[in-house]
């Protein structure tokens, strides 16, 4: 053989690795499952002081139930002390903890590929994508209203995305549909673009409604009635209040056991204390409530204990992310969550920067790693977050998804199996010699290290060559490899056009809304 044809040989082995590297393979890895310890912020005696100051808080201030005569008749019965003329309920020391008991520590989430349904509670972190902004950005069109197109191409990126094992819900609100129908478009992209798990719609309680009765057509009514199908977001109006229509939508998803996040929305210094043990203390205290009327509704109905938590920027106003103090308020929540017995809602790729840039990093490495050691079992936001949660961001989604994978890696511990310990590495390569080429690392290269599909680690004059390209440029080529190679998965076509059906009825039935 000539030195030619080696050359050859050996450039056609190198062009088949790289055909390797970057072909089209649509995977999800499995849920998270910690082999690391979580970290443990609050000693026994805070604890016992917060669960205390949250007791006295729902016994002497009360919460609020407002424009929900139902809600308060149901409280009455369970024994509360009931406040119709204002609205407010106080409810005795331990009552809220008896009815909380009745939900279940952790439950499985099903979606229509089996093999991508998740567990949520104990040691399980499932991450999920970017929710509710109105706003989208990437690299070409800048700044702009969300659109149907928008919403559908994110719902692609997510299922394109190793890492990612929720669908997720509202990955940004599509502007170009009437308000009052956009959920049955949002919701028809997660049940055919995707086969990862969803969350329903909460905006109004007959949406939340439309949510059960598409996923029974997805999925069955029976198996609906029986297995959870749907986590859903439902926000706390905090300070200590409870509105009708986010009550309603729980309501509707408890009654079908479909899943609850019940998640205190505060800024620290507007919508809490200051301080953290304050803020803590009202987080349970909303929590105790929240979780309580879910399993009034129905005893059993799976819940998680949510807790979106900022600080405020005092010279601005605006919330801040990726503080010292979120992160001691995430940390402290679940310790909370896991003596209540429930999964824990928390974290993400947060953010307040205005472009996927330094800032944008650093906060979300702060949040995404806070919630990993604060033992979160159900992760939104996690990946295309931008703007303090206004702008979902086309290049920040495929950055952040590519980190999750660091996540994955992190909550595995350490391999202390045989091969684990690299023995055999270590008398085979003779001091003095390298590893590179040694039996340990041929057979082990392949998945021994994360390995990136965004960042660069090629030599300066390599990158300078291929266009000395930043992250947000590499990004956006990602962003277009991935929607331009994008593969529907199978759907039964019966189920499908039933889907279509429903949609179209429900539209025709109303006119459009856009308030």
């Not at 706390?236 to 009708?244: E, K």
């Not at 000395?468 to 590499?474: E, F, Q, R, W």
């Amino acid at each position: 053989m000539s030195d030619t044809d080696g050359r050859r040989r050996g450039r056609g082995g190198g062009a088949a690795r790289r055909a390797e590297r970057t072909a089209v393979v649509i995977e999800t890895a499995k849920y998270i499952e910690r082999q690391i310890p979580n970290f443990e912020i609050l000693n026994e005696e805070a604890l016992e002081i917060i669960e205390t100051n949250a007791e006295i808080i729902l016994e002497e201030i009360g919460v609020s139930f407002v424009d929900n005569p139902v809600a308060l008749e149901r409280w009455k019965n369970a024994g509360a002390d009931v406040d119709f003329e204002i609205e407010r309920v106080r409810i005795p020391r331990g009552l809220a903890r008896r009815l909380v008991s009745t939900a279940p520590a952790e439950y499985v989430q099903h979606a229509r590929n089996p093999e991508k349904s998740v567990r949520i509670g104990g040691n399980s972190l499932v991450l999920a994508p970017v929710y509710g902004p109105p706003f989208v950005r990437d690299m070409a069109g800048g700044r702009r209203y969300a659109t149907i197109e928008d919403f559908n191409n994110f719902v692609k990126l997510g299922y394109m995305s190793k890492w990612l094992h929720h669908s997720g819900g509202t990955v940004c609100e599509p502007t170009d549909v009437a308000v009052n129908k956009r959920h049955l478009d949002m919701l028809l992209a997660h049940m055919t673009l995707t086969d990862k798990p969803f969350m329903g719609s909460v905006t109004e309680p007959s949406r939340a409604q439309d949510s059960v009765d598409m996923a029974k057509i997805l999925f069955g009514s029976d198996f609906v009635e029986k297995n959870t199908v749907m986590t859903s977001l439902i926000n706390i109006n905090s300070p200590m209040t409870f509105d009708s229509i986010m009550i309603g939508a729980m309501e509707n998803f408890a009654k079908h056991n479909q899943a609850c996040i019940v998640s205190p929305f505060i800024v620290g210094g507007a919508m809490a204390p200051v301080s953290v043990a304050g803020t803590l203390t009202q987080v349970l205290a909303e929590v105790l409530a929240g979780v309580a009327y879910n399993q009034m509704v129905r005893a059993g109905a799976p819940v998680i204990f949510g807790a979106f938590v900022t600080s405020i920027d005092m010279n601005s106003g605006a919330p801040t992310f990726g503080t010292p103090e979120a992160t001691k308020i995430l940390q402290g929540a679940g310790q909370l969550a896991r003596r209540m017995k429930l999964p824990f809602r928390s974290g993400g790729g947060l953010c307040g920067s205005k472009l996927p840039d330094a800032q944008a990093a650093y906060e979300t490495a702060n949040t995404l790693n806070a919630a990993l050691l604060g033992g979160v079992n159900f992760m939104l936001h996690a990946c295309g977050w931008l703007e303090g949660g206004l702008v979902s961001s086309y290049e920040k989604f495929v950055m952040d998804a590519d980190q999750l994978g660091i996540l994955h890696s992190l909550a595995s511990g350490v391999d202390m199996s045989e091969n684990g310990q690299g023995m055999s590495a270590i008398r085979e390569v003779a001091p003095g010699g390298h590893y590179l080429g040694c039996e340990h690392t041929q057979s082990n290269f392949k998945d021994a290290f994360w390995r990136t599909e965004v960042l660069d680690y090629k030599p300066f004059e390599t990158w300078l060559e291929d266009g000395a390209k930043d992250t947000m440029t590499l990004a956006a080529e990602r962003v277009k490899f991935q929607l331009s190679n994008y593969q529907k998965p199978s759907i039964d076509i019966a189920i499908e056009e039933a889907l279509n059906a429903y949609v179209a009825e429900k539209k025709s039935a109303v006119p459009d809304s856009f308030v």
